[in-house]
């Protein structure tokens, strides 16, 4: 089996060095060259793998484009470059479902259209605290229960009350994650989170103070809390740290379907394992 990986441009292989790794290890027999702006590519090849939908790498019996970038600039993933995408029979291994649907819209067919996630970003994993205060009206919990689960490398650290507390209520929240950290200390979470999903708790604030992907979880009761329980007016609640700084910094949430649709831009992971599952299964 004959591989090109060819190159457009110098960054070409920030994008093509993991693939051609995991075919090195999958396939140690496979003759795989790179070619492009400093080497023609010379002869026939079985499979051709390039990182642009313009690329000027040769055609093949599998010819595979990865993308190599989550911006279009107008380009990519438009109509402006329609004909590109309609005309051949290049394959597009997208990062993600929504880039996906992008190509499904400009007629590109199902069969010609692979989702991988960014092969730059092969093995890169983001680390994602998932921290609740505990009052009903305030809090993640009854609008995550328990499916926060889904998401990729997630730690769950439930406030004290939640944690240890007798109410029904903490207990019923408990019950939700059984495998909650005990390991960690608050600090010692954010240190490790890259992502913070909280609501109306201190935390929200805290990883918005420390430059932390913020995500505030909006329960739906939680203006009634305020105005009923706290006899607040709307302009003493617009100045609450836990209002105030979300609104202007944090991503707001108002269902896991959200958090869900935000988690998946892009399917991170071993992208470039991905992307030869999908070559695999098309040649054995």
Not at 57 to 78: D, E, N, T, Y
């Amino acid at each position: 089996m004959r591989v090109c990986l060819y190159m457009d441009w110098p960054l070409a292989s920030t994008y093509l060095k993991p693939v051609e790794d995991v075919l090195r290890r999958e396939q140690p027999t496979w003759e795989i060259e790179y070619a492009g702006y400093h080497k023609p590519a010379e002869g026939a090849w079985d499979i051709v793998i390039c990182c642009d939908e313009q690329s000027a790498a040769p055609q093949a019996p599998l010819r595979i484009c990865v993308f190599h970038g989550l911006a279009s600039k107008g380009q990519a993933f438009s109509t402006a470059r329609a004909g590109i995408f309609l005309h051949g029979n290049t394959i597009y291994a997208t990062p993600g479902d929504y880039y996906a649907n992008l190509l499904r819209n400009l007629g590109v067919p199902d069969e010609r259209i692979w989702v991988i996630g960014l092969t730059k970003l092969t093995n890169l994993r983001r680390n994602t605290l998932f921290a609740p205060t505990h009052n009903k009206e305030l809090s993640a919990i009854p609008v995550i229960q328990d499916r926060i689960y889904e998401l990729p490398n997630v730690r769950v650290m439930l406030h004290m009350y939640t944690a240890t507390g007798d109410k029904r209520i903490h207990q019923k929240y408990r019950a939700y994650y059984p495998d909650h950290d005990t390991d960690h200390t608050p600090v010692e979470n954010l240190e490790w989170a890259d992502v913070v999903i909280a609501d109306f708790g201190s935390m929200i604030v805290e990883a918005i103070t420390l430059g932390k992907q913020a995500i505030q979880v909006v329960n739906p009761q939680w203006m009634d809390y305020y105005l009923e329980s706290k006899q607040l007016s709307p302009e003493e609640i617009a100045q609450l740290p836990e209002v105030y700084y979300p609104n202007r910094y944090a991503i707001k949430a108002h269902s896991f379907d959200d958090l869900y649709d935000l988690f998946h831009i892009m399917e991170l992971g071993d992208s470039a394992q991905r992307l030869y599952n999908e070559i695999a299964s098309r040649i054995t």
